[in-house]
């Protein structure tokens, strides 16, 4: 049975509002911790390129889990800082930084409260880590904060889902098998008057033990996060639809927007 967008599952749990708190922790990391290599090859790849990265630019992971992303970039000679609000995702993410020799400065805190003016070179938010917050107010703190933290000239790459993608090729069940034998199924539901994607997954174990995960993301369209940065103080310059430089579109599954600190005027 397909779901219409905008309809709700009769008995879907309402999330928590503040769900991305404790969100990414041990059931979320046993999912995430054994990405695709490649594909994290590749995300890289494409960071590098379009931020025009500098050896040695300091660079800011903004919510950077377990530090997928984070180590590859350090181990290119960048001097990374990462921030998550998740301690067990942070923890791996310097064991795994340590094991590598790779130098990586890491802080626990909500994006929101990013306090930084003009330290950095470069700023990612990837692998849809943003619209977590309840307001779009809220949302648009992050990218003020993010304008405030990057030096004039400096870049910011957002990689999100692509809303328009999403409400095309909707489903609202889901269900997969991890290599330990644990079940994952998925109940999603899509709010078009919110734009609202919620979810909640269910683990069960081969030992017959089982708990439950609950999220809910906001969507932008690209005309809506083109409007967010404008109003945060960068100016967007490119639009893609994945990391393999396709052009952003409806069939593409990714929205992926950079944009630029203007640079202040010469007097």
């Avoid at 930084?116 to 949302?139: L, Q, R």
């Avoid at 991890?178 to 174990?205: H, K, Q």
């Amino acid at each position: 049975m397909r779901l219409r967008p905008g309809s709700r599952r009769k008995g879907t749990p309402e999330v928590d509002p503040h769900w991305y708190r404790t969100f990414f922790d041990r059931d979320w990391l046993a999912l995430a911790i054994d990405h695709d290599e490649e594909l994290t090859r590749a995300e890289v790849r494409f960071l590098v390129e379009k931020l025009d990265l500098e050896r040695g630019v300091p660079v800011l992971d903004l919510a950077c889990g377990h530090g997928r992303h984070a180590i590859e970039i350090a181990a290119m000679g960048f001097e990374v800082t990462g921030l998550d609000i998740s301690a067990p995702a942070l923890a791996i993410a310097r064991e795994r930084a340590a094991s590598r020799q790779v130098a990586l400065d890491l802080l626990q805190l909500d994006m929101r409260d990013l306090d930084a003016d003009c330290e950095f070179s470069a700023v990612y938010n990837v692998s849809s880590a943003f619209g977590y917050h309840p307001s779009e107010e809220e949302d648009l703190a992050v990218l003020e904060a993010v304008s405030r933290a990057l030096v004039p000239g400096g870049r910011f790459l957002i990689d999100t889902m692509n809303g328009l993608w999403l409400v095309r090729n909707f489903e609202p069940r889901a269900r997969r098998k991890l290599p330990d034998g644990t079940r994952v199924i998925e109940e999603r539901s899509f709010d078009a008057v919110t734009s609202r994607s919620s979810a909640t997954w269910t683990l069960r174990r081969p030992d017959g033990t089982r708990s439950e995960m609950r999220h809910s993301m906001r969507i932008y369209t690209y005309p809506e996060l083109h409007r967010m940065l404008v109003r945060s103080g960068l100016e967007p310059d490119g639009v893609w639809g994945g990391v393999d430089g396709a052009a952003y579109g409806v069939e593409e599954r990714r929205l992926i927007v950079r944009s630029r600190k203007p640079r202040a005027p010469v007097m």
